[in-house]
C-alpha cells in the first residue's frame, strides 16, 4: 500500500514544485482532493516552463489581404538600469493624430491597435535628453521597443536606447516577481512578454531560490503536513510534533530540490529556459496543443525548440533523493520512479492549461504586452 501512496502523492507533489515530473510520494485519496486547489495552490515552482512551436497551427492560420492593428510597447529606464516612471511617450503616424501615454511605475508603456506601416516614438521626461525611434509595424505585429535609456542632459549628449539582453531579461524578472495569483499565490515562472530573452545562469538560481523562500512555499507544505498527519500517511513519521516535523521538512524539501533542479541546476547546464511562456492567442484548440506540448518541449537559450530534458530529469533526478529521507517502507523503487514521472507529465500539461486559459485572468496588473508568437 505504501508504494501506492507514495505513487499519488509525489505525483502531486510534482506539479506543484517542478512542473509535474518529481516521483509520487502522497496517496489517491489526497491526490484527489488536493487536485481541486491545483489552480491556486501549486503555481510557486516552474510549471515546465517551456513550451512548444506546433506545426499543426501554422496549416490552420488564415491568410488575409488586409493589414491588421498590432501594438508597440518598450520599458523607460535611466543610465543606471532603474526603471524611469512618468517619462511622457508619443506615438506619431500620420495621418492620424499623435497619441500619447506614459510609462508606468514599471518603466512600461503600451500603445495597443497601431496601425500597419511607418511610425516614431519620442521619449521625453524634464532634465533628461528627448529620445527618438522609428521603425515600421508590419501587419499583426507587436513591436517590442526593449530598454529606452534616458540620460541626463547635462551629462551626454548621445544615448544608447537599446540594452542588453541581461538588462532586459532581469527587468522582466523583476515584474515576473510580482505576479501573484488572486494577490496571494506566487505565479513567477510565466512570463507574458512575447519574445521574452532568455534568462542568464544568475537570474535562474534567483527565481528559483526566491520561490523556494515565498511564504506561501512554507504554508503550502505545513497545509500538507498536516493533511498528511491527520491521515497517518508515512506512519514510519509517527505522530505528534516530531512526526509534523518530519513531514513537513519532508514536503518542503520535495519542493525545494525539484525547483533548484529543474528551475536552476539543469537549465543553466543545459543552457534551457525554465518558464511557460504564455501564448494567449490563436484558436483554442491551438491554444491547447501548445499548452499540452509544452509538458516535454521547452524553448533553449538560443531561441531554438528543444525537448525539456532540464525540466524531465530534474523530476526524475527529485524523486529518487526523496528516497533518502522518507521512511524506508515507503521509498519508491526506479521503476516506480520512473512511471511516476511519466504521469506526472500528464498533471503538468492539465497546469499548462491552466496557465492559458485561467490563470492570467486571476493575476492582477499583468501589464499589456500585445500579442505575437512567443
Known amino acids: 500500500m505504501q508504494g501506492s501512496d507514495r505513487r499519488a502523492e509525489l505525483i502531486f507533489a510534482s506539479a506543484a514544485f517542478s512542473g509535474g515530473l518529481t516521483g509520487s510520494r502522497r496517496n489517491s485519496l489526497k491526490a484527489a482532493q488536493l487536485l ?14 517551456q513550451q512548444a512551436v506546433l506545426s499543426a497551427e501554422a496549416g490552420s492560420v488564415l491568410l488575409s489581404t488586409a493589414a ?12 543606471s538600469g532603474a526603471v524611469y ?61 526593449r530598454s529606452i535609456v534616458l540620460a541626463m542632459k547635462s551629462t551626454a549628449t548621445e544615448v544608447d536606447v537599446n540594452a542588453s539582453q541581461v538588462e532586459i531579461a532581469q527587468e522582466q524578472l523583476h515584474i515576473e516577481e510580482t505576479q501573484r495569483v488572486l494577490g496571494v499565490i506566487p505565479n513567477f515562472y510565466v512570463t507574458y512578454v512575447p519574445n521574452a530573452p532568455p534568462l542568464s545562469s544568475r537570474q535562474k538560481f534567483s527565481l528559483a531560490w526566491r520561490s523556494s523562500i515565498d511564504p506561501v512555499t512554507f504554508l503550502a507544505s505545513g497545509a500538507f503536513a498536516g493533511i498528511e498527519q491527520a491521515a497517518n500517511t508515512f506512519p514510519g513519521y509517527g505522530q505528534g510534533g516530531q512526526g509534523y516535523a518530519k513531514r513537513f521538512g519532508a514536503n ?100 499548462n492549461l491552466l496557465q492559458e486559459f485561467v490563470i492570467r485572468r486571476l493575476t492582477p496588473h499583468v501589464p499589456s504586452y500585445g500579442t505575437s508568437k512567443p
Not at 68 to 79: A, C, L, M, Y
Open 36 to 49: 481541486l486547489f491545483l489552480a491556486l495552490l501549486l503555481l510557486t515552482f516552474p510549471a515546465q516552463s
Open 68 to 79: 491588421e492593428p498590432g501594438s508597440i510597447q518598450g520599458i523607460v529606464v535611466d543610465r
Open 85 to 145: 516612471e512618468g517619462a511622457k511617450i508619443t506615438l506619431t503616424q500620420p495621418p492620424s493624430a499623435p497619441r500619447t501615454t506614459t510609462s508606468d511605475s514599471n518603466g512600461q508603456f503600451s500603445f495597443p491597435a497601431v496601425s500597419a506601416g511607418p511610425f516614431q516614438l519620442t521619449v521625453a521626461s524634464s532634465g533628461f535628453t528627448s529620445q527618438t525611434i522609428s521603425g515600421v509595424l508590419h501587419s499583426g505585429e507587436s513591436f517590442d521597443a
Open 252 to 351: 518542503y524539501a520535495d519542493g525545494f530540490t525539484a525547483n533548484m533542479l529543474g528551475g536552476a541546476i539543469l537549465p543553466a547546464w543545459w543552457k534551457q529556459d525554465p518558464r511557460y511562456f504564455y501564448k494567449g492567442t490563436g484558436s483554442v484548440r491551438s491554444r491547447a496543443l501548445y499548452a499540452i506540448a509544452f509538458a516535454v518541449v521547452c524553448k533553449g537559450d538560443n531561441g531554438h525548440w528543444q525537448p525539456a530534458y532540464a525540466g524531465i530529469v530534474g523530476g526524475i533526478a527529485a524523486g529518487g533523493i526523496s528516497n533518502l529521507y522518507y521512511p524506508a517502507s515507503s521509498r519508491d523503487g526506479v521503476t516506480l520512479t520512473f512511471e511516476n514521472a511519466a504521469l506526472g507529465t500528464g498533471l503538468s500539461a492539465v497546469q
